[in-house]
């Protein structure tokens, strides 16, 4: 897992490819949600961002950096394309592109995990009166319909295998007013935060540093339709994560008791319950997998039959992958207390 003296490097990486999309929608026609899931594929990938040099920090110096921490850490970024029937998103996936998270920790292997997501990807409109992205901007392509097929995947699967991804410009480029708005949010959400272990010291400094946090992308839950751009801000650190601490939220560790709650609610992330074995095969496409959840959601009353040629979903799945002691010979990687 990540220490404080790993932070730095993540937070400046990860914020460096919010940046770097976020810019995108500032455009005066930015690109749509598949649009932009594809500049964050590309943005993360790691031979694009050597071929095209997207990012002033890539993967490579980052991995660099922590390679000079010497315990072992590495970073790495994968995506998998799978094409499939356009039928499928409405029917079974409701998502735009798979998560998956790894932490594989071969020196002491007990306490490696892996968990998936399925995000819907939805991007701020401006305001159509101002022409600007202020406190009335909102996620306009969200429909009831839609909604209601996201809270039946959330009953089968878990209501923490879902997320909106929310693509924003970031909080430097919005209008003075609402910019000051977002951030009395910020402030209200976290005046009550105990910044303790690295992930909330870590975002306690970057606070202190920055006078906020500017972030574009963000995870939220699937609990109703975005709200706009300030109902987005006002669960800011509650059920809103932007992509940045939604990772490190992950890749840090933290008590299992005690006085700290985390960063998006009361209580550890990785907590809840979920089936995570049956999320993973869906998001990396295992064809069996997916057919079953689509019977079982016709069974709870999907309208229409999807069709048989789906085989796989979602279009695209980006898998994060932390691994410490990697360079390390297998059969000696473990360590042995006795």
């Given at each position: 897992?990540?220490?404080?003296?790993?932070?730095?490097?993540?937070?400046?990486?990860?914020?460096?490819?919010?940046?770097?999309?976020?810019?995108?929608?500032?455009?005066?026609?930015?690109?749509?949600?598949?649009?932009?899931?594809?500049?964050?594929?590309?943005?993360?990938?790691?031979?694009?961002?050597?071929?095209?040099?997207?990012?002033?920090?890539?993967?490579?110096?980052?991995?660099?950096?922590?390679?000079?921490?010497?315990?072992?850490?590495?970073?790495?970024?994968?995506?998998?394309?799978?094409?499939?029937?356009?039928?499928?998103?409405?029917?079974?996936?409701?998502?735009?592109?798979?998560?998956?998270?790894?932490?594989?920790?071969?020196?002491?292997?007990?306490?490696?995990?892996?968990?998936?997501?399925?995000?819907?990807?939805?991007?701020?409109?401006?305001?159509?009166?101002?022409?600007?992205?202020?406190?009335?901007?909102?996620?306009?392509a969200v429909n009831a319909d839609?909604?209601?097929?996201?809270?039946?995947?959330?009953?089968?699967?878990?209501?923490?295998?879902?997320?909106?991804?929310?693509?924003?410009?970031?909080?430097?480029?919005?209008?003075?007013?609402?910019?000051?708005?977002?951030?009395?949010?910020?402030?209200?959400?976290?005046?009550?935060?105990?910044?303790?272990?690295?992930?909330?010291?870590?975002?306690?400094?970057?606070?202190?540093?920055?006078?906020?946090?500017?972030?574009?992308?963000?995870?939220?839950?699937?609990?109703?339709?975005?709200?706009?751009?300030?109902?987005?801000?006002?669960?800011?650190?509650?059920?809103?994560?932007?992509?940045?601490?939604?990772?490190?939220?992950?890749?840090?560790?933290?008590a299992t008791h005690g006085a700290?709650?985390?960063?998006?609610?009361?209580?550890?992330?990785?907590?809840?319950?979920?089936?995570?074995?049956?999320?993973?095969?869906?998001?990396?496409?295992?064809?069996?997998?997916?057919?079953?959840?689509?019977?079982?959601?016709?069974?709870?009353?999907?309208?229409?039959?999807?069709?048989?040629?789906?085989?796989?979903?979602?279009?695209?799945?980006?898998?994060?992958?932390?691994?410490?002691?990697?360079?390390?010979?297998a059969d000696t990687a473990r360590?042995?207390?006795?």
């Open positions: 897992m990540f220490g404080p003296q790993h932070l730095t490097h993540v937070i400046r990486y990860l914020d460096g490819v919010d940046y770097a999309l976020s810019q995108r929608m500032l455009r005066k026609h930015p690109p749509d949600e598949p649009a932009l899931t594809n500049e964050l594929c590309a943005l993360l990938d790691a031979d694009t961002q050597r071929a095209e040099e997207s990012l002033t920090y890539s993967v490579d110096q980052l991995n660099a950096d922590l390679a000079e921490v010497e315990d072992g850490i590495d970073f790495e970024v994968t995506l998998d394309t799978y094409p499939h029937n356009t039928a499928m998103e409405r029917h079974v996936s409701q998502s735009d592109f798979g998560l998956v998270l790894t932490y594989d920790n071969r020196i002491l292997p007990e306490e490696s995990w892996s968990t998936a997501y399925l995000v819907q990807a939805k991007r701020l409109f401006r305001n159509a009166h101002s022409g600007e992205y202020d406190q009335r901007a909102g996620f306009q839609q909604q209601t097929r996201l809270d039946r995947l959330s009953a089968i699967l878990g209501k923490g295998a879902l997320r909106y991804g929310l693509y924003c410009p970031q909080t430097a480029s919005i209008p003075d007013q609402t910019r000051m708005k977002v951030r009395a949010l910020h402030t209200r959400n976290l005046g009550d935060q105990i910044f303790d272990f690295g992930a909330g010291l870590a975002l306690r400094d970057a606070l202190l540093s920055n006078g906020g946090i500017d972030a574009g992308i963000w995870l939220t839950s699937t609990d109703g339709k975005p709200r706009g751009l300030l109902g987005l801000h006002s669960e800011a650190f509650r059920s809103a994560l932007p992509l940045t601490w939604f990772l490190i939220e992950h890749f840090t560790p933290r700290f709650a985390g960063l998006t609610r009361r209580g550890p992330i990785l907590s809840e319950t979920r089936d995570d074995d049956r999320v993973k095969r869906i998001v990396t496409g295992d064809q069996q997998a997916v057919r079953e959840l689509i019977d079982e959601l016709a069974t709870a009353g999907e309208d229409g039959e999807a069709p048989a040629t789906i085989t796989v979903l979602p279009r695209h799945t980006i898998t994060v992958k932390v691994t410490v002691g990697k360079s390390l010979p360590a042995q207390f006795d």
